[in-house]
């Protein structure tokens, strides 16, 4: 157990849909980071934040946005889905910007 | 930008023995971090090891040590004494140390089968 929790586990939606993915840090992790793992792209970065402001961003589509609150929890928020976001959704903190310890992830399925 | 190259889809080795991943990046910038992670089937993505470009002793955790050599841009994985627990995807993964870009760049994987 890493620490990091996700949730939830598993969302199957529609195209079109909008869905929230919620993540929880590692205790005392001031930085939140989200990647993507897809069959066809592989494992990709998709933004960070470091206590509660957007540190660097990657190959994030205009259709998902994310933010980190006070408590330092972040929600990545998916909205008009697409049959090509179906895809494994992880989350990852660290304290010390160096090492990345990733929740279980959220698996998304979109019909 | 950066790149990690696993050209190992998949391997294979038999239980108690030694194998070895394959690993290489592109950078042109002098101090990075590079990461070996396992992916079982559960999907978690757990961290095996860890070496900072700046240190010439190869890390070592376990059953599982590196040989990273930075001129030629490699950093491979060994594992020792391989046990059935050691079959999942392992990822190679390369973090610049410079600031503002902490973003983990992942090779494709490389599926390990652990024969018995």
């Known amino acids: 157990d890493s620490g990091v929790t996700q949730t939830p586990k598993h969302l199957i939606t529609a195209t079109g849909q909008r869905v929230t993915l919620r993540c929880s840090p590692r205790?005392?992790?001031?930085?939140v980071y989200w990647y993507q793992q897809s069959l066809d792209q592989g494992l990709q970065f998709l933004i960070q934040?470091?206590?509660?402001?957007?540190?660097a961003k990657g190959n994030i589509l205009e259709r998902f946005s994310a933010q980190q609150f006070p408590d330092l929890h972040s929600e990545l928020n998916l909205s008009s889905l697409e049959l090509g976001d179906s895809a494994l959704y992880f989350c990852?903190?660290?304290?010390?910007?160096?090492?990345?310890?990733f929740g279980p992830g959220t698996r998304l399925l979109v019909l | 930008a950066q790149t990690v190259t696993q050209s190992q889809p998949e391997m294979s080795v038999q239980e108690a023995e030694t194998v070895t991943l394959s690993c290489t990046y592109d950078?042109?910038?002098?101090?990075?971090?590079l990461f070996w992670y396992k992916q079982p089937p559960s999907r978690q993505m757990i961290l095996v090891i860890r070496?900072?470009?700046?240190?010439?002793q190869n890390a070592t955790e376990n059953r599982f040590s590196v040989n990273f050599q930075k001129a030629a841009k490699s950093f491979s994985l060994k594992i020792s004494d391989s046990q059935l627990g050691d079959a999942a995807m392992y990822f190679c993964?390369?973090?610049?140390?410079?600031?503002?870009?902490?973003?983990?760049?992942f090779g494709k994987g490389t599926k390990l089968t652990v024969n018995p």
């Open positions: 993964a390369y973090r610049s140390a410079q600031g503002g870009s902490e973003k983990l760049v």
């Open positions: 205790s005392g992790d001031l930085s």
């Open positions: 950078t042109s910038e002098s101090d990075y971090y």
């Open positions: 990852a903190s660290s304290v010390d910007q160096e090492t990345q310890y």
């Open positions: 070496q900072e470009a700046y240190k010439q």
């Open positions: 934040y470091y206590n509660g402001e957007e540190r």
